[in-house]
């Protein structure tokens, strides 16, 4: 008899229950005996420095128990991320950075208490708007040992100039924030020179590191604890202020303290998505083949941190063309420091790049999916490697088809009724394959039991259930025989569930591991002593290996939208999305994955929009009631389809990862409903009622 793999079986996500039921722990729920609060006092001006700080009305408070800040905290070691320098210096480098931090009995009381706190600042001029006319932007650094920050081939200035058909246009799309449902909290506690943390972070081995270094103490003198984490999409990827402010609070009263953060405080303080402003120049034949591409990104970074998006990135590696070059530049601005966001870099580069393809499509005259297919290429046009697996096409066709594309100007002329127009979209999507080194730990009691255990991170994607299934297979086993523990640094070290690589890193980890629990097995004859077996495996070998392969995953997202001219109002009632993202792992957690990031991809489309305050330097939109998100009653009927498809380059599990790609072309593919629907090209982001009726008088069309 052949068993049945557990992966690719549509099981439930483990953990379902307690989260529906309440009972899941999360960061913020964690209560330990003598806990004390901490609320943060944020810098007021938006750059210049703290000059005083007058904690005496706020200590004279029955209940608070200290005021931490610049004159009273500890030296921290100094790490690449600035925003972690939390009360080193007394410069304030935006609005809302953490300045002082006040301790007390109860919550209540310290938010009360942190009002009482006197601030004397000395201001400087600020900046705080992305400008492409001003100077000031500088080429950021290349992205580690990933990619160059720009790249260059063939002669693009000359090939444009001779290209039969071109389009240069510029595309903007504003800041967006990630508001995951649960906001950034941390507990921390010091024993015997020891920290422990519950944090809400996408990987507490990286958290581990970072405040070990911080703090000056061996790694194995911090202990990084999160066994629910609440949505991340990125925000959660590199520890933030709030973490340190807990451990340097805990430090200061000698009990364990908890940190919330506030909404409002997360649009500072939590990072979000940069503001970009990209250029972008096509060529092509008049059939359509395109000769050159030229995509020039400007975005911002804060004085504190050196992130970079790379929208243009994606462009080298998606449409054949002999001349090509990406350009990326930023500007250092006195606004809160940009972060990772799901799928940085193709999120908003893809909108850019994917509307062009669009309007390329109309300047040729030709089907906007037959555009693309003529551009498909084998093989990788930056790296000159072929692709590990590259079915754009296969997605393109399959969705054309499912979607009724071949229908589409009939529909756009039989149900457009002069107010409310109807058309169709279509963008393609990608993300690259990323797999870092992670160790990973599986014990058998001898009895049937198995354990895998791993500092994975589960964000909300069912990593508990997904490597449950892999460590099944890899051991030859039912899943129910299989208990996977994660969410503790003090597991086996485990890379971030980021970069859509959490899955294929961690699984890669977990098989080894299991491969090596069976030789072990094997060499005890079979029979696993009393007390169990136990092996672990790391992936850093095996990953040191340079790459043959071009390594991405590929999708096709189509949707159909009605405007009506009247309002300004854009509905979108259906949206497809077919990817090839490898083995599918576990159907319903990978279908979750792919749907969410589309309704994150409409809710960029139609509502989010971070809008910064020019005198003040904050955000305009720091809650959920002026930054608008999509809800249930904007979601249109979703479908998310995977195609059969193995990438064992990425994975030996044959899988990619799922978590970004769904966020990527989904704008483009709107936006470009839109103009089939109404013959406007809209290329800022949102596509707001203000923004079509704008638009739409600005054409002498509608009101
Ligand atoms: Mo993601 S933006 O790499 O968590």
């Given at each position: 008899m052949t068993r049945r793999t557990s992966v690719g079986a549509a099981l439930p996500r483990r953990g379902a229950r307690a989260k529906v039921t309440g009972s899941a722990r999360y960061t913020g729920d964690v209560a330990l005996p003598h806990l004390a609060y901490v609320a943060v006092i944020p810098a007021e001006i938006a750059h210049g420095r703290v000059t005083a700080v007058r904690p005496e009305e706020a200590l004279a408070r029955s209940g608070v128990l200290a005021v931490i800040h610049g004159g009273n905290c500890p030296r921290l070691n100094r790490t690449g991320a600035g925003d972690l320098a939390v009360f080193q210096s007394p410069s304030v480098a935006h609005r809302g950075q953490f300045v002082a931090a006040v301790v007390a009995e109860s919550p209540q009381i310290a938010h009360e208490a942190a009002r009482m706190v006197g601030i004397d600042y000395a201001a400087d001029p600020h900046r705080v708007s992305l400008d492409i006319?001003?100077?000031g932007f500088r080429q950021p650094p290349d992205h580690g040992p990933f990619f160059p920050t720009d790249c260059s081939h063939g002669d693009v200035e000359t090939a444009l100039s001779n290209a039969p058909v071109r389009i240069d246009a510029t595309y903007r799309t504003p800041p967006y924030h990630h508001h995951a449902l649960e906001p950034h909290a941390t507990v921390a506690y010091w024993q015997d020179g020891a920290l422990t943390v519950h944090d809400t972070t996408q990987g507490p081995s990286g958290t581990r590191d970072i405040l070990a270094h911080l703090f000056g103490i061996g790694p194995d003198r911090v202990r990084v604890i999160a066994?629910?984490?609440?949505?991340?999409?990125?925000?959660?990827?590199a520890p933030r202020a709030q973490v340190v402010v807990a451990a340097l609070a805990a430090l200061a009263v000698g009990r364990p303290v908890k940190t919330v953060l506030t909404r409002e405080q997360l649009s500072v303080v939590a990072g979000y998505r940069t503001p970009s402003v990209q250029r972008i120049r096509l060529g092509a034949d008049a059939d359509g083949h395109l000769l050159a591409v030229s995509h020039v990104s400007f975005e911002q970074t804060s004085l504190t941190s050196d992130h970079c998006e790379y929208p243009a990135a994606p462009t080298r590696t998606m449409y054949a063309a002999p001349n090509r070059e990406t350009r990326h530049w930023r500007a250092r601005l006195h606004v809160p420091s940009p972060t990772w966001m799901r799928a940085p870099g193709e999120c908003p580069g893809m909108f850019a790049l994917e509307s062009a393809m669009d309007e390329l499509a109309v300047a040729c005259a030709l089907d906007p999916v037959e555009l693309r297919l003529r551009n498909d290429t084998a093989k990788d046009p930056h790296s000159g490697r072929p692709f590990s697996t590259r079915n754009l096409a296969t997605c393109l066709r399959l969705g054309a088809e499912r979607f009724g594309w071949a229908e589409r100007d009939r529909l756009r002329a039989e149900y457009g009724d002069g107010r409310r127009l109807v058309g169709m979209g279509v963008a393609a999507s990608t993300i690259p394959q990323y797999r870092f080194p992670s160790r990973a730990g599986v014990h058998t009691d001898g009895y049937g039991h198995y354990t895998v255990r791993i500092a994975a991170a589960d964000i909300g994607t069912g990593a508990r259930t997904a490597l449950a299934q892999i460590a099944a297979d890899a051991l030859r086993v039912d899943v129910d025989q299989v208990m996977v523990e994660i969410g503790d640094s003090a597991y086996p070290s485990a890379s971030w569930a980021g970069r859509s690589s959490g899955t294929t890193s961690w699984g890669t980890a977990v098989v080894r591991a299991c491969e090596a629990l069976r030789t072990a097995i094997g060499r005890c004859g079979g029979l696993v002593p009393d007390g169990g077996l136990e092996a672990t495996a790391d992936t850093l070998g095996e990953l040191a290996v340079a790459r043959t392969h071009s390594q991405h995953a590929f999708g096709a997202q189509f949707a159909r939208v009605t405007v009506d001219t009247s309002t300004g109002e854009i509905r979108v009632p259906r949206m497809l999305g077919v990817f090839a993202?490898?083995?599918?792992?576990?159907p319903v957690t990978v279908r979750s994955q792919l749907v969410g990031g589309m309704v994150m991809g409409l809710s960029m489309a139609l509502c989010e929009e971070g809008v910064i305050d020019r005198t003040y330097g904050h955000f305009h939109s720091r809650d959920l009631s002026a930054y608008h998100v999509a809800t249930f009653a904007d979601a249109p009927e979703i479908e998310a389809v995977c195609i059969d498809e193995e990438d064992f380059h990425t994975s030996p599990m044959g899988a990619k990862g799922v978590g970004e790609i769904g966020i990527v072309g989904t704008a483009a593919a709107i936006a470009n409903a839109v103009h089939h629907a109404t013959g406007r090209r809209i290329r800022s982001l949102p596509l707001s009622v203000r923004r079509v009726r704008e638009d739409a008088a600005a054409s002498g069309h509608g009101t």
């Open positions: 006319a001003c100077d066994r629910h984490v609440g949505g991340g999409f990125g925000s959660k990827a993202v490898g083995r599918v792992i576990n």
